[in-house]
């Protein structure tokens, strides 16, 4: 079993941190997990200092951080920086109906230290 960090809302809406577990299986010696489809990817670079405004991620999202650091932090204060080889799902959106309300909804990323940001994007559905 594979635990991913992930972004996602509770009841309320509210962003919050937990783990999604992908089974694996063992497959010609390498551990796998099932196959997990995907829309597209996207490389990014942000450079050092980069900050976000809030905002929720939208369509899921696996995030793997080739260098650097990025910090997300919600809106109760807890935080957790994903640094190179690190990865996480991000999808902490709304419902259609909930407007996304700006001192109550999602997280903000910052670039951490002094190096650039380089991260593969991984749309992993679209809603």
């Not at 996602?8 to 196959?35: C, W, Y």
């Not at 200092?49 to 793997?64: C, Q, R």
């Not at 109760?76 to 902490?92: R, V, W």
């Amino acid at each position: 079993m594979i635990n991913i960090p992930t972004l996602t809302v509770n009841e309320d809406s509210i962003t919050v941190f937990s783990e999604e577990a992908l089974p694996q299986h063992v497959r010609g010696g390498m551990v796998l997990t099932k196959r997990i489809d995907a829309l597209n990817l996207r490389i990014r670079t942000s450079d050092a200092g980069y900050e976000s405004d809030w905002h929720v991620a939208g369509d899921p999202t696996l995030i793997v951080i080739q260098s650097g650091i990025l910090r997300i932090t919600l809106r109760n204060g807890e935080h957790k920086d994903f640094s190179t080889g690190s990865m996480f799902i991000a999808k902490d959106y709304l419902p259609k109906h909930i407007p996304f309300d700006t001192e109550k909804h999602g997280h903000c990323a910052k670039v951490i230290g002094n190096e650039t940001l380089l991260a593969v994007h991984i749309k992993l559905e679209q809603i």
